[in-house]
């Protein structure tokens, strides 16, 4: 048990004074199961205005819970006083908090035994509840009553799903009935706390944990469309999973990219309301990806996803069903398309989609996918134009050859664009001067919508 130079010297200053303290909570875990602690928390029998008293440079992040966040250099560690909470009426914050000398009080208001172990290097790893054992064991389980837990904050539940999928641990008996049970309680939890779990637990090894958050009843309150999607059936010879079971295998397909698996996730959320039956029984799904990317933006909206996450995830799930041929003209136009930072994402969405459609994931598009990547790696390397952006020609050349300011400015340089996708030698500035002027020259110097008048 190896802890940073800072936190053991946290810890010495405050024994030098006379307090308690050790590590707490998931660093103690982390360290248990040989990972690298992304957070060290410490907790404390000094009272916040000791452990003020005690360091130099302290911020109040937390005081009235107890928190003084301890600086050292640009680092900043959580040191909390040992508390008792008291009654939780919002579903997140208890309404008071009572400091407590006493460890073990401090450890009983904890959400689950393998978050419920301290450290430090004198007294050596503090474990009440049987946090090591259910490490051993690969269980996640409430401290005490799970329900009593869970009441405390109803986030929990969503949590022990993610910690299940972090891990590859499962989830304990009653702590698994005690979420089925109060699942409705989730609605108390913002949209903002939801969305993080939920980036967490599609980020991790086992994003097909999805499944428990809907056998739980949880996702009937924080992602209906996910219940349909699960409910629906694909009766066709491309599928041989309904929409949901399909999506858990594509999440799995693809890499852990917050953007992609939030897409993944969504792909196909359009199906359940575009979903056909022919007079054979073959059901069919047209339109569903532009249905889907429109129920995308709104689901991510609703959940407080940022804006970059959202264009992203919209635009991947409305193409994620487009059809690219492997030639190069057409991986241009398609790069030009979707645009260079999302078509990337984009091939390995596809990828992921084909590969969740049968058990052995090989089918004949997976195939022409994997000829598009090579191709568009060699476009790559020879850095083919495919946007304005990297054009050798720019509106400020066609001021400077007489192209009066306008409408038509941006319209010859779309078609020198498009002479470069086809073309991609022809994007040398001499080439592309000479053609913009002959096409400016063509329309007798007006813009396309003014030459169809």
Request: net charge negative; hydrophobic share 35%.
């Amino acid at each position: 048990m190896k802890i940073p130079e800072d936190v053991r010297w946290i810890i010495g200053r405050l024994n030098q004074q006379g307090y308690e303290a050790c590590a707490v909570g998931g660093c103690v875990r982390d360290m248990l199961l040989g990972r690298e602690p992304e957070d060290w928390d410490i907790t404390t029998s000094a009272r916040p205005e000791q452990v003020k008293a005690v360091f130099g440079r302290t911020v109040d992040t937390g005081i009235a819970h107890g928190t003084v966040t301890v600086l050292r250099g640009k680092q900043g560690y959580e040191v909390t006083t040992y508390r008792i909470d008291g009654v939780y009426t919002d579903g997140r914050h208890p309404e008071q908090v009572t400091f407590t000398p006493s460890l073990e009080e401090d450890l009983k208001r904890r959400d689950f035994t393998i978050n419920a172990m301290a450290y430090n290097e004198t007294d050596g790893i503090t474990d009440l509840f049987g946090g090591r054992e259910d490490l051993s064991q690969k269980v996640i389980r409430c401290v005490g009553n799970p329900l009593h837990r869970f009441e405390e904050d109803a986030l929990r539940m969503m949590r022990a799903v993610r910690f299940a999928a972090q891990l590859g641990f499962s989830i304990e008996a009653s702590t698994l009935a005690a979420i089925r049970a109060l699942a409705p309680a989730i609605q108390k939890i913002s949209a903002e706390r939801i969305r993080m779990e939920l980036v967490k637990l599609l980020v991790s090894p086992h994003p097909e944990q999805m499944r428990l958050l809907y056998e739980t009843g949880l996702t009937a309150y924080i992602l209906p469309e996910f219940d349909r999607m699960m409910e629906t059936a694909q009766n066709t010879p491309y599928h041989c999973y309904s929409v949901g079971n399909h999506t858990l295998a594509v999440l799995g397909h693809v890499p852990p990219v917050p953007a992609l698996r939030v897409a993944a996730l969504l792909h196909d959320v359009g199906k359940p309301d575009c979903r056909r039956a022919d007079d054979k029984g073959r059901d069919h799904f047209f339109g569903h990806a532009g249905k889907g990317a429109d129920m995308a933006k709104g689901i991510l909206k609703r959940l407080k996803f940022d804006n970059d996450t959202l264009r992203m995830a919209e635009k991947l799930v409305r193409h994620h069903s487009d059809a690219i041929e492997p030639a190069e003209k057409q991986v241009r136009r398609m790069l030009n398309r979707v645009g260079e930072d999302t078509f990337p994402l984009l091939l390995l969405l596809m990828e992921g989609d084909n590969m969740g459609k049968t058990p052995d994931g090989t089918n004949e598009r997976l195939s022409r996918l994997r000829q598009v990547h090579r191709i568009y790696q060699d476009i790559l390397e020879r850095r083919d134009c495919v946007s304005l952006k990297t054009l050798e020609l720019t509106g400020d050349d066609l001021l400077a050859a007489g192209v009066p300011k306008g409408r038509q400015i941006g319209e010859i340089l779309q078609y020198c664009l498009e002479l470069v996708l086809e073309e991609p030698e022809k994007n040398r500035h001499e080439v592309l001067l000479r053609a913009a002027l002959e096409k400016y020259e063509e329309t007798g110097g007006k813009g396309a919508a003014e030459t169809k008048e």
